[in-house]
Nanobody, 125 residues
Framework: QVQLVESGGGLVQAGGSLRLSCAVS????????MSWFRQAPGKEREFVAA????????YYADSVKGRFTISTDSAKSTVYLQMNSLKPEDTAVYYC??????????????????WGQGTQVTVSS
């Protein structure tokens, strides 16, 4: 089995930065790719960014392109989400998620095999 644990959330002013981390443990060799999702109150969970471990393919949602950067550290089995120029609309619980194999979709939450517990990000105006 695979366990995902997020950290790094918090309260930040608009225009500020945060870096989220997602530690991957267990059968890490079974994870093909890692993604970040977010869910704001009253809204559905939405895709933010994805990166495959070995191939290096990266994909971003249009809403965060140019502001957020996803990266991985294989030695530490950790995925990061660097968030710059934060806006109040970025406020949400952020989740990391993993796929055992590429399923044909980065956006569909049902295609993910592993999920973390989430970390709260609040951006004040």
């Amino acid at each position: 089995q695979v366990q995902l644990v997020e950290s790094g959330g918090g309260l930040v002013q608009a225009g500020g930065s945060l870096r989220l981390s997602c530690a991957v443990s267990g059968r890490t060799f079974s994870v093909y790719s890692m993604s970040w999702f977010r869910q704001a109150p009253g809204k559905e969970r939405e895709f933010v960014a994805a990166k495959s471990w070995s191939v290096g393919t990266i994909y971003y949602a249009d809403s965060v392109k140019g502001r957020f950067t996803i990266s991985t550290d294989s030695a530490k089995s950790t995925v990061y989400l660097q968030m710059n120029s934060l806006k109040p609309e970025d406020t949400a619980v952020y989740y990391c998620a993993g796929q055992r194999a590429y399923s044909g979709s980065w956006l569909d939450t049902s295609r993910y095999d592993y999920w973390g517990q989430g970390t709260q990000v609040t951006v004040s105006s």
